[in-house]
């Protein structure tokens, strides 16, 4: 397995990772309906604008022909302080805009509260369904943290309920929860900057 930065050229695989990891998200169901094209192309359109701070864990075939995206995840430095305002037209119609607005403006109000830039927001990382348990996410986390750890800065994430003990398990801790109904809850986790590394 090897891990590199991500191309243009990789985003379709990127896109069958994401959708593969959160086919049975109850927010994703909600919000971005797997029927509708429109979801398909508003989360490649995501991949596509973060492409310069994705990097990617693939596997290839032992005789090196061919390889595949196991998972990835994107890591961006902030270091501005002005609040994002998340507009509910911004998701598409045929799901639920309005939660989807409520989401990931609860996401942005958290980081405003509890961080204080510069600092490193891990806003994805994701392991393709048939690649999960294999330690293919504690191995994106330990590549993206020893960054962090080198720059000497805290780092932030939101956590859904499966992903917060791999976060836990890497030195982040829950400074807020958000519930937003019975299945979609968040959970902001914050590690402070590794002095030592």
Not at 21 to 29: D, I, K, Q
Request: proline fraction near 5%; hydrophobic fraction near 40%; charged fraction near 20%.
């Amino acid at each position: 397995m090897s891990i590199r930065p991500a191309t243009e050229a990789d985003i379709p695989a990127l896109l069958a990772v994401f959708l593969s990891a959160f086919s049975t998200s109850a927010f994703n169901t909600i919000c971005f309906p797997d029927a509708d094209p429109l979801s398909h192309q508003s989360h490649r359109a995501l991949i596509a604008s973060n492409l310069a701070h994705i990097t990617l864990l693939e596997h290839s075939s032992s005789d090196g022909t061919t390889k595949e995206v196991l998972g990835w995840m994107s890591w961006k430095r902030r270091d501005d302080t002005t609040r994002h305002v998340v507009r509910a037209e911004d998701f598409p119609p045929s799901g639920d805009p309005e939660l989807a607005r409520r989401f990931f403006q609860a996401n942005v109000d958290a980081a405003f509260r509890h961080m204080q830039p510069p600092y490193f927001h891990l806003s994805i990382i994701v392991v393709h369904r048939d690649a999960q348990s294999l330690g293919v996410g504690g191995q994106l986390m330990r590549h993206g943290l020893a960054r962090v750890d080198e720059e000497g800065l805290a780092s932030y994430v939101n956590a859904s309920r499966a992903g917060k003990g791999l976060y836990a398990r890497h030195g982040f801790q829950t400074v807020e929860e958000t519930h937003l109904g019975e299945d979609i809850a968040i959970w902001h986790m914050k590690r402070d900057a590794n002095l030592h590394s």
